[in-house]
């Protein structure tokens, strides 16, 4: 199983990006995603979450109206397209799975996730 992080980079406030998250091994449309973040002398945080079997998503305060996770059930990939970025976004991101339904009290227990990517870095500033 492998989950393949792709599309981070140097961004000026206001700009955005699209991470996208390959999948090998395992099929996303009937997993729990999400992606998490961890800027610099902070804890990993969860993002963005798509719970299966419905695509019910949840999204930290922080990034509500601008961000906005997604799967292709076609090409095994999720996404994050993250719109308006500001400095405080920057952090390695990551993508996860987690292997059947996840309840929503649980969906930012980062122990439960089966799978992770390896991380794709993203720098907003100018």
């Known amino acids: 199983v492998q989950l393949q992080a792709s599309g981070g980079g140097l961004v000026q406030p206001g700009g955005s990006l699209r991470l996208a998250c390959a999948a090998s091994?395992?099929?996303?449309?009937?997993?729990?995603i999400a992606w998490f973040r961890q800027a610099p002398g902070k804890e990993r945080e969860g993002v963005a979450c798509s719970r299966s079997p419905y695509d019910i998503t949840h999204y930290v305060d922080s990034v509500k109206g601008r961000f906005t996770i997604s799967r292709d059930k076609m090409v095994n990939t999720m996404y994050l397209q993250m719109n308006n970025l500001k400095p405080e976004d920057t952090a390695v991101y990551y993508c996860a799975a987690y292997a059947g339904r996840l309840i929503a009290s649980s969906k930012w227990r980062q122990d439960l996730y089966h799978y992770w990517g390896q991380g794709t870095q993203v720098t907003v500033s100018s």
């Open positions: 091994g395992v099929q996303l449309n009937s997993a729990t």
